[in-house]
């Protein structure tokens, strides 16, 4: 006796459909939104405790996974000092060119990046914008949380007075030659704790700029803006041109090195190592803007046409604006400009009044010390209106790479608030090397090469041990 066939039923298909394909998915959506994080370690900056081409699991609850439709998080822990820690870059806006006024985001597309509505696109422009590489994502390991004092000498770090050779990670220290980079050295200063007052005035610009990122990191929905102007002789001159700008060769330094060789149009005679200094015509009105702008775009961003538009930025480092800082301080202080860059300059070690008293007025004399010809004034604003100061709301945490002589981290852009916070590297649950390119995935005939590639004893790793 013949079967009959079953009758198609659309009911039946779409129950099948719902069980076998709709939940599944949705439950992995929300596992990957609010328990688990899948990373890929990209570079060398945590080796040899994470390798690059490590994938690992990062556990969301461990800190507090995110609130549905808001910017809150439910209760977790804070990371504490050995933690490996998974967090938003705070070098990188939240919302496209740091406007969340102008900018709804819409979904988190995973590895596809982040979409926006613009409400106000240019004439041409379509509203969907497409922030397809980030905000990134970073790893790192905490090494100093709110209350601690963090100091840097020689590539190696001191936490509360005291060296770290025993916290995990203690880096390869690969450089043959120390220099005064954040890299290698940073004088003592105290990571904020929950309800610090911190005064705009009382901090040298690498600070402030420091200070510009806690502001918002923990106010993501408002505009945070640093405005700075030149005053000579007490009239503002923002088009004033420096004649002999020093700027120190370090890997921080590229953006402000390549304006110096552009605007100059210099030809390098011999080779720069780092450490050396260089000089040439820079104008102030090159960091003001970018000061303002916090974020400088790579792709153009009055681009038109087509169904979305492509966004992507890189950070401005706040070592420019020490720089910046240091080169007034030269003027006022009437040093030769031939020379190099004094070391308490390339310290960030600069008198707030940047002037520095003769011997008489050292011993008393009644002659005052002149007004610096040249200052430099901010303005900070947050939401539109300017502050004087900034009371810290969230716990803050300063990160550092294992593999610290390769590493950007807190020692440049400063620390990370309990926000950006996302997960705690767990588990490495797959590991790929692959560096010489010998394997291709559009290539079968180098597929054979796949278990050779996999790093067979790294596959279950704990995090916390490694």
Same mark, same amino acid.
């Given at each position: 006796?013949?079967?009959?066939?079953?009758?198609?039923?659309?009911?039946?298909?779409?129950?099948?459909l719902?069980?076998?394909?709709?939940?599944?998915?949705?439950?992995?959506?929300?596992?990957?939104?609010?328990?688990v994080?899948?990373?890929?370690?990209?570079?060398?900056?945590?080796?040899?405790?994470?390798?690059?081409g490590?994938?690992l699991?990062?556990l969301?609850?461990?800190?507090?996974?995110?609130?549905?439709?808001?910017?809150?998080?439910?209760?977790?822990?804070?990371?504490?000092?050995?933690?490996?820690?998974?967090?938003?870059?705070?070098?990188?806006?939240?919302?496209?060119?740091?406007?969340?006024?102008?900018?709804?985001?819409?979904?988190?597309?995973?590895m596809?990046?982040?979409?926006?509505?613009?409400?106000?696109?240019?004439?041409?422009?379509?509203?969907l914008?497409?922030?397809?590489?980030?905000?990134?994502?970073?790893?790192?390991?905490?090494?100093?949380?709110?209350?601690?004092?963090?100091?840097?000498h020689?590539?190696?770090?001191?936490?509360?007075?005291v060296?770290q050779?025993?916290?995990?990670?203690?880096?390869?220290?690969?450089?043959?030659?120390?220099?005064?980079?954040?890299?290698?050295?940073?004088?003592?200063?105290?990571?904020?704790s929950?309800?610090?007052?911190?005064?705009?005035?009382?901090l040298?610009l690498?600070?402030?700029?420091?200070?510009?990122?806690?502001?918002?990191?923990?106010?993501?929905?408002?505009?945070?803006?640093?405005?700075?102007?030149?005053? $000579?002789?007490?009239?503002?001159?923002?088009?004033? *041109?420096?004649?002999?700008? +020093?700027? =120190?060769?370090?890997?921080?330094? !590229?953006?402000?090195?390549n304006?110096?060789?552009?605007?100059?149009?210099?030809v390098l005679q011999?080779?720069?190592?780092?450490?050396?200094?260089?000089?040439?015509?820079?104008s102030f009105?090159f960091?003001?803007?970018?000061?303002?702008?916090?974020?400088?775009?790579?792709?153009?961003?009055?681009?038109?046409?087509?169904?979305?538009?492509?966004?992507?930025?890189?950070?401005?480092?706040?070592?420019?604006?020490?720089?910046?800082?240091?080169?007034?301080?030269?003027?006022?202080?009437?040093?030769?400009?031939?020379g190099?860059?004094?070391?308490?300059?390339?310290?960030?070690?600069?008198?707030?009044?940047?002037?520095?008293?003769?011997s008489?007025?050292?011993?008393?004399?009644?002659?005052?010390?002149?007004?610096?010809?040249f200052?430099?004034?901010? $303005?900070?604003?947050?939401?539109?209106?300017?502050? *004087?100061?900034?009371?810290? +709301?969230? =716990?803050?945490?300063?990160?550092? !790479?294992?593999?610290?002589?390769?590493?950007?981290?807190?020692?440049?852009?400063?620390?990370?608030?309990?926000?950006?916070?996302?997960?705690?590297?767990?588990?490495?649950?797959?590991?790929f090397?692959n560096?010489?390119?010998?394997?291709?995935?559009?290539?079968?005939?180098?597929w054979w090469?796949?278990?050779?590639?996999?790093?067979?004893?790294?596959?279950?790793?704990v995090?916390?041990?490694?």
């Amino acid at each position: 006796m013949d079967s009959e066939k079953k009758k198609f039923s659309a009911k039946s298909f779409l129950r099948g459909l719902l069980r076998e394909l709709v939940v599944p998915l949705v439950l992995a959506l929300i596992v990957i939104q609010y328990v688990v994080q899948a990373f890929q370690i990209p570079s060398g900056s945590m080796e040899d405790s994470l390798k690059t081409g490590d994938f690992l699991l990062g556990l969301k609850v461990t800190y507090g996974s995110p609130i549905p439709f808001s910017n809150k998080k439910f209760p977790g822990l804070d990371p504490k000092a050995g933690d490996i820690v998974i967090f938003r870059y705070p070098g990188e806006p939240e919302y496209p060119e740091g406007k969340p006024e102008r900018y709804t985001h819409l979904f988190n597309a995973l590895m596809f990046g982040n979409f926006y509505w613009d409400h106000q696109p240019e004439e041409g422009q379509p509203h969907l914008v497409h922030y397809a590489d980030g905000p990134k994502d970073y790893i790192k390991r905490c090494v100093g949380v709110s209350g601690d004092t963090i100091a840097v000498h020689q590539g190696r770090l001191y936490v509360n007075g005291v060296r770290q050779d025993t916290l995990p990670g203690q880096g390869k220290w690969t450089a043959t030659a120390r220099t005064l980079s954040p890299r290698d050295e940073r004088e003592t200063f105290v990571v904020p704790s929950v309800g610090d007052t911190i005064f705009v005035d009382s901090l040298s610009l690498e600070k402030l700029w420091w200070l510009r990122s806690i502001i918002a990191q923990e106010n993501p929905d408002e505009s945070v803006v640093l405005d700075l102007s030149l005053w $000579k002789d007490g009239v503002e001159d923002n088009n004033y *041109d420096f004649e002999d700008f +020093k700027i =120190p060769v370090e890997n921080d330094r !590229g953006l402000s090195l390549n304006e110096m060789f552009r605007r100059n149009r210099q030809v390098l005679q011999h080779r720069l190592l780092q450490g050396d200094t260089v000089s040439g015509t820079m104008s102030f009105a090159f960091f003001k803007e970018y000061a303002r702008m916090a974020y400088l775009p790579l792709l153009d961003p009055h681009a038109k046409g087509g169904l979305t538009r492509q966004v992507s930025y890189v950070s401005f480092e706040a070592s420019l604006l020490q720089d910046l800082e240091g080169n007034v301080a030269l003027l006022n202080r009437g040093l030769e400009t031939s020379g190099e860059l004094p070391a308490e300059i390339a310290k960030g070690d600069i008198p707030t009044e940047g002037v520095e008293q003769d011997s008489a007025a050292a011993q008393g004399a009644v002659e005052p010390a002149p007004a610096p010809k040249f200052e430099i004034r901010r $303005k900070l604003s947050l939401g539109g209106k300017p502050i *004087d100061r900034y009371v810290v +709301k969230t =716990p803050q945490f300063f990160m550092m !790479g294992d593999n610290r002589d390769n590493s950007a981290d807190s020692r440049y852009w400063g620390f990370v608030s309990k926000r950006n916070v996302k997960a705690q590297a767990l588990v490495v649950y797959f590991s790929f090397e692959n560096e010489d390119g010998t394997f291709e995935l559009g290539n079968p005939l180098t597929w054979w090469r796949l278990p050779f590639k996999i790093r067979w004893t790294r596959l279950g790793k704990v995090a916390p041990l490694i």
